[in-house]
């Protein structure tokens, strides 16, 4: 995980994009795209609103949710503290 990056992004306002990066890196090693083909629908509409729906903002969370919970179980319990600290 580049934790840099992800905190970088989160920084700068750009939530969804820090997703996609975690998405990918959970993306090699399960195999499944499934993460990242949703944070990036999700930041498609973002940049053709220009702004994140409430409701757009609250499945990204749950997608969120979600997606730590695979990073838990694939990386284990300090790559989820470590990212929760950056996210």
């Given at each position: 995980?580049?934790?840099?990056?992800?905190?970088?992004?989160?920084?700068?306002?750009n939530?969804?994009?820090?997703?996609?990066?975690?998405?990918?890196?959970?993306?090699?090693?399960?195999?499944?795209?499934?993460?990242?083909?949703?944070?990036?629908?999700?930041?498609?509409?973002?940049?053709?609103?220009?702004?994140?729906?409430?409701?757009?903002?609250?499945?990204?969370?749950?997608?969120?949710?979600?997606?730590?919970?695979?990073?838990?179980?694939?990386?284990?319990?300090?790559?989820?503290?470590?990212?929760?600290?950056?996210?």
């Amino acid at each position: 995980m580049n934790y840099k990056l992800i905190k970088e992004l989160t920084n700068n306002n750009n939530h969804t994009e820090a997703r996609i990066e975690i998405a990918e890196e959970l993306a090699k090693k399960t195999l499944s795209q499934s993460y990242v083909k949703i944070f990036r629908a999700i930041q498609q509409i973002q940049d053709i609103k220009r702004h994140i729906p409430l409701n757009l903002m609250r499945y990204r969370e749950e997608e969120t949710k979600d997606m730590l919970e695979a990073v838990k179980l694939v990386f284990g319990d300090k790559v989820l503290e470590d990212l929760n600290k950056c996210i």
